[in-house]
T-cell receptor, first 113, second 117 residues
Framework: GDSVTQMEGPVTLSEEAFLTINCTYT??????LFWYVQYPGEGLQLLLK?????DKGSNKGFEATYRKETTSFHLEKGSVQVSDSAVYFC????????????FGQGTRLTINP | GAVVSQHPSRVICKSGTSVKIECRSL??????MFWYRQFPKQSLMLMAT?????????EQGVEKDKFLINHASLTLSTLTVTSAHPEDSSFYIC?????????????FGPGTRLTVL
């Protein structure tokens, strides 16, 4: 079945460090890919998305490129801030049919000042 | 962007009682809504798909008689945890997609934390 695998956390970085959170997926077709963020005490928010191969999603300094050849959608940010501390979820969804999201296990990110 | 609300945000109940959680799409209509359960430090587990005007579709292993779902209108879905037990304590989250197509997006409610004593 379809699945999403994220790098295990927690991840702890210093402010202004470079961030990469790895995400790979297994899918039978061509899904859309998403990164969601969950700040402490809040619900999930869409961070960015990409709907086809080679698309790059970006938002708030975060980027992720849909790599079909490596079935990956790694999240990157060049300089993290304390306010980026949150749990990040990678997810996939098919455009056609049921609109169910399949989530990775989440990666907890802590940024220290 | 689109807004999805949940009520209540927190609920504490005694074992054996039933609890109803509401999920509303505030500025768009949703023929489909999704209910998830999130365990501490774990990912979201899809429980069921709520369909307006028809029965909900439950994921494998989810007891439909325990987790009753009613999609009463195009903006409201409810999840009722019947005869709740401590193992039902969890964070319940709903989501609703906007219009279909390649760029559709799901919006999530803020979640409801259920504690069963």
């Amino acid at each position: 079945g379809d699945s999403v695998t994220q790098m295990e956390g927690p991840v702890t970085l210093s402010e202004e460090a470079f961030l990469t959170i790895n995400c790979t997926y297994t899918a039978t077709g061509y899904p859309s890919l998403f990164w969601y963020v969950q700040y402490p005490g809040e619900g999930l928010q869409l961070l960015l998305k990409a709907t086809k191969a080679d698309d790059k999603g970006s938002n708030k300094g975060f980027e992720a490129t849909y790599r079909k050849e490596t079935t990956s959608f790694h999240l990157e940010k060049g300089s993290v801030q304390v306010s980026d501390s949150a749990v990040y979820f990678c997810a996939l969804k098919y455009i056609q049919g049921a609109q169910k999201l399949v989530f990775g296990q989440g990666t907890r990110l802590t940024i220290n000042p | 962007g689109a807004v999805v609300s949940q009520h209540p945000s927190r609920v504490i109940c005694k074992s054996g009682t039933s609890v109803k959680i509401e999920c509303r799409s505030l500025d768009f209509q949703a023929t489909t809504m999704f209910w998830y359960r999130q365990f501490p430090k774990q990912s979201l587990m899809l429980m069921a798909t709520s369909n307006e005007g028809s029965k909900a579709t439950y994921e494998q292993g989810v007891e439909k008689d325990k987790f009753l779902i009613n999609h009463a209108s195009l903006t409201l879905s409810t999840l009722t945890v019947t005869s709740a037990h401590p193992e039902d304590s969890s964070f319940y989250i709903c989501s609703a997609p906007t219009s279909g197509g390649a760029a559709d997006t799901q919006y999530f409610g803020p979640g409801t934390r259920l504690t069963v004593l």
